[in-house]
């Protein structure tokens, strides 16, 4: 087959996949006509104001803003942009894994390899999920995958500084991407120096290593005290309390914590399948560690991901939901069909063409894995909410509504009204900050407040009033002894926590 020929078929495959991958997601999100996730109407905050008044609502110095910018010029809606920008994304992944390299071949062993690897991301419900509830993160994976495509498998026979450009820009570029996935490129970068360099460590690190070690972390600490929303030391405070002394493994707290009725059993499927296939690896990496090879290498070409897919799964992580470990758990879902890729490499074409027709075909039941009913708020509730306090407000010109984290994000894109989940640290006039408080009786907050007529309903469990209203109900509550009222005030739906420092440096004018 001509060269020419051979790499057209490669690219008209790869757009197709692409293209398959993106209309399906695209189908997905389309399954609610409001925006997707828990954090969506955030990024439509971030739009709206760039598109109001030139700066964020949110200073944040991320890629993911002028990309969905562009799709808000084409669409001309910022919720149809969002779910645009998020099924490209995703296709974009798919693209990505098919042009993964693959070892020189004939045609059809090259392609069926790709194919494979293509066809894992399409089928996934698991990234249907995380494109939905987390395109920023969606965005800083795809640059992870990329920066660890573009470091060789084995370790390059001659020194060429150009070779690392792309390396280095790619490492750049996922640095304003997103924190977490820049974090794990980094960890990445040492495991392959580690699994390259394994026969000589630690000999001449301190000589070689450590020079360019500090000048890139000085670097990354300027760029952080630079632009918005970068890593900065201040971002440490996040760790406190990510440790556990009780260790947990995290594909079996998630099925736990999160319902096994919320995960189809395409996505259960995918989640066991990735989480043996890891264990698998592990299995391997401990028969190899005892046998070195004779290229001084002792863990095989495999090591640094599979080494990286365990740290995802440290077990002495606090679990919940909104934690750290439920994050890695989530991108090691992704992460773990590059271990398949590599396994694939090994098989003839027969075994990966049949293996990425059987998954291509799955695809088109596995997408709705994703269900905005059982995965995201019910922002038609919060529509209600949002119109009826609205309305209440008019005469008011409230400064500040205090309400918990997607009702507020929704509350502020819909009515053009400042809310977050934080009690405020610097002063607002008492008529003008408000609450919108969930789970608590009317007439036990009307009864508690003393001011029963600037306490309004809602409609349902949800309630409209002014912020020292609710700090009178709460200290009369104490002072009676109601420990259930109180422990409706402490619900996550009633925000009683101010801003913490590394949020407020976070959020802070450049």
Same mark, same amino acid.
């Given at each position: 087959?001509?060269?020419?020929?051979?790499?057209?078929?490669?690219?008209?495959?790869?757009?197709?996949?692409?293209?398959?991958?993106?209309?399906?997601?695209?189908?997905?999100?389309?399954?609610?006509?409001?925006?997707?996730?828990?954090?969506?109407?955030?990024?439509?905050?971030?739009?709206?104001?760039?598109?109001?008044?030139?700066?964020?609502?949110?200073?944040?110095?991320?890629?993911?803003?002028?990309?969905?910018?562009?799709?808000?010029?084409?669409?001309?809606? @910022? !919720?149809?942009?969002?779910?645009?920008?998020?099924?490209?994304?995703?296709?974009?992944?798919?693209?990505?894994?098919?042009?993964?390299?693959?070892?020189?071949?004939?045609?059809?062993?090259?392609?069926?390899?790709?194919?494979?690897?293509?066809?894992?991301?399409?089928?996934?419900?698991?990234?249907?999920?995380?494109?939905?509830?987390?395109?920023?993160?969606?965005?800083?994976?795809?640059?992870?995958?990329?920066?660890?495509?573009?470091?060789?498998?084995?370790?390059?026979?001659?020194?060429?500084?150009?070779?690392?450009?792309?390396?280095?820009?790619?490492?750049?570029?996922?640095?304003?991407?997103?924190?977490?996935?820049?974090?794990?490129?980094?960890?990445?970068?040492?495991?392959?120096?580690?699994?390259?360099?394994?026969?000589?460590?630690?000999?001449?690190?301190?000589?070689?290593?450590?020079?360019?070690?500090?000048?890139?972390?000085?670097?990354?600490?300027?760029?952080?005290?630079?632009?918005?929303?970068?890593?900065?030391?201040?971002?440490?405070?996040?760790?406190?309390?990510?440790?556990?002394?009780?260790?947990?493994?995290?594909?079996?707290?998630?099925?736990?914590?999160?319902?096994?009725?919320?995960?189809?059993?395409?996505?259960? !499927?995918?989640?066991?399948?990735?989480?043996?296939?890891?264990?698998?690896?592990?299995?391997?990496?401990?028969?190899?560690?005892?046998?070195?090879?004779?290229?001084?290498?002792?863990?095989?070409?495999?090591?640094?991901?599979?080494?990286?897919?365990?740290?995802?799964?440290?077990?002495?992580?606090?679990?919940?939901?909104?934690?750290?470990?439920?994050?890695?758990?989530?991108?090691? !879902?992704?992460?773990?069909?590059?271990?398949?890729?590599?396994?694939?490499?090994?098989?003839?074409?027969?075994?990966?063409?049949?293996?990425?027709? !059987?998954?291509?075909?799955?695809?088109?039941?596995?997408?709705?894995?994703?269900?905005?009913?059982?995965?995201?708020?019910?922002?038609?509730?919060?529509?209600?909410?949002?119109?009826?306090?609205?309305?209440?407000?008019?005469? @008011?010109?409230?400064?500040?509504?205090?309400?918990?984290?997607?009702?507020?994000?929704?509350?502020?894109?819909?009515?053009?009204?400042?809310?977050?989940?934080?009690?405020?640290?610097?002063?607002?006039?008492?008529?003008?900050?408000?609450?919108?408080?969930?789970?608590?009786?009317?007439?036990?907050?009307?009864?508690?407040?003393?001011?029963?007529?600037?306490?309004?309903?809602?409609?349902?469990?949800?309630?409209?009033?002014?912020? @020292?209203?609710?700090?009178?109900?709460?200290?009369?509550?104490?002072?009676?002894?109601?420990?259930?009222?109180?422990?409706?005030?402490?619900?996550?739906?009633?925000?009683?926590?101010?801003?913490?420092?590394?949020?407020?440096?976070?959020?802070?004018?450049?």
């Amino acid at each position: 087959m001509k060269p020419e020929i051979r790499t057209s078929i490669l690219l008209a495959a790869g757009f197709a996949f692409a293209a398959m991958s993106a209309w399906l997601r695209y189908l997905a999100l389309c399954q609610t006509p409001y925006a997707n996730g828990w954090d969506s109407y955030f990024y439509l905050v971030q739009l709206k104001s760039l598109k109001e008044t030139g700066a964020m609502h949110s200073p944040e110095a991320s890629l993911i803003y002028p990309y969905l910018q562009w799709f808000y010029r084409i669409c001309g809606d @910022y !919720v149809l942009a969002l779910k645009a920008g998020i099924a490209v994304l995703a296709g974009a992944l798919c693209w990505l894994a098919f042009s993964l390299p693959a070892a020189e071949g004939p045609f059809w062993t090259v392609f069926s390899r790709k194919a494979a690897a293509a066809s894992l991301f399409l089928f996934s419900p698991h990234l249907g999920y995380f494109a939905a509830q987390f395109p920023k993160n969606l965005l800083g994976f795809m640059l992870l995958i990329a920066f660890i495509a573009s470091l060789p498998c084995e370790k390059p026979a001659v020194r060429n500084t150009w070779r690392w450009l792309l390396p280095a820009f790619l490492l750049i570029l996922n640095y304003f991407g997103h924190r977490l996935t820049f974090a794990l490129a980094v960890l990445y970068a040492g495991l392959w120096w580690l699994e390259h360099n394994g026969s000589r460590f630690p000999k001449k690190i301190l000589r070689k290593a450590l020079p360019w070690l500090l000048a890139v972390t000085v670097a990354w600490l300027a760029a952080g005290s630079v632009f918005p929303g970068l890593f900065h030391p201040v971002d440490l405070g996040r760790l406190k309390g990510v440790f556990s002394l009780h260790p947990q493994f995290a594909p079996w707290s998630f099925v736990d914590s999160f319902g096994i009725g919320r995960i189809s059993p395409w996505w259960l !499927v995918e989640i066991v399948l990735f989480t043996l296939v890891w264990g698998w690896f592990s299995a391997f990496m401990a028969f190899r560690l005892f046998r070195k090879n004779s290229d001084g290498n002792f863990f095989g070409n495999a090591f640094a991901l599979w080494a990286l897919c365990s740290v995802l799964l440290f077990p002495f992580l606090e679990w919940s939901l909104t934690s750290l470990s439920y994050r890695f758990f989530l991108v090691f !879902v992704l992460l773990t069909p590059l271990l398949v890729i590599r396994w694939l490499e090994q098989k003839t074409a027969l075994t990966g063409l049949i293996f990425a027709a !059987v998954l291509t075909g799955c695809s088109f039941f596995s997408w709705k894995g994703y269900n905005p009913g059982k995965h995201d708020p019910d922002y038609a509730v919060f529509d209600a909410i949002t119109h009826r306090a609205t309305q209440r407000l008019g005469g @008011y010109s409230p400064e500040l509504v205090i309400a918990h984290n997607a009702l507020a994000e929704y509350f502020t894109f819909s009515s053009g009204i400042d809310a977050m989940p934080w009690l405020p640290e610097y002063e607002i006039a008492p008529e003008r900050l408000w609450r919108i408080a969930a789970g608590i009786p009317l007439q036990t907050l009307r009864y508690y407040s003393n001011t029963p007529k600037e306490v309004y309903s809602l409609g349902g469990a949800w309630v409209l009033l002014p912020e @020292y209203c609710w700090e009178q109900a709460i200290e009369a509550a104490k002072k009676e002894g109601d420990d259930d009222f109180l422990a409706q005030t402490r619900l996550w739906q009633n925000p009683s926590r101010r801003r913490p420092g590394w949020l407020l440096h976070r959020k802070r004018k450049f």
